[in-house]
Nanobody, 123 residues
Framework: VQLQAFGGGLVQAGGSLRLSCAASRRTASNNAWGWFRQAPGKEREFVSTIGWRGLGTNYADFVKGRFTISRDDAKSTVYLQMDSLKPEDTAVYYC?????????????????WGQGTLVTVSS
């Protein structure tokens, strides 16, 4: 399964972006998806996850109330709506498909990764 992420860019603080990630095969519809991010000099960290058929979502504390994850299995695509962006949200954002169907924040449980899309939030 190949994943391709879109939607990153430069935005001012308080603005919004919507990231998309499309899978090359429909098999991803049976699995959980996740979004992670990695800022310069930092480790990759969990942002959000959504389970099979949208059953179960979870967010990192630092994005709760600002980011929303969703999926469209007909399009084999997952989305991350990011509102009220802050400069500390600046990072490369990666989408991933988990090995199982349950939403999970555990990085090691993801088997396929996208190439990343850069989000830059200016102050």
């Amino acid at each position: 399964v190949q994943l391709q992420a879109f939607g990153g860019g430069l935005v001012q603080a308080g603005g919004s972006l919507r990231l998309s990630c499309a899978a090359s095969r429909r098999t991803a519809s049976n699995n959980a998806w996740g979004w992670f991010r990695q800022a310069p000099g930092k480790e990759r960290e969990f942002v959000s996850t959504i389970g099979w058929r949208g059953l179960g979502t979870n967010y990192a504390d630092f994005v709760k109330g600002r980011f929303t994850i969703s999926r469209d299995d007909a399009k084999s695509t997952v989305y991350l709506q990011m509102d009220s962006l802050k400069p500390e949200d600046t990072a490369v954002y990666y989408c991933a498909v988990a090995r199982g169907s349950a939403a999970t924040s555990r990085l090691e449980l993801y088997q396929y990764w996208g190439q990343g899309t850069l989000v830059t939030v200016s102050s």
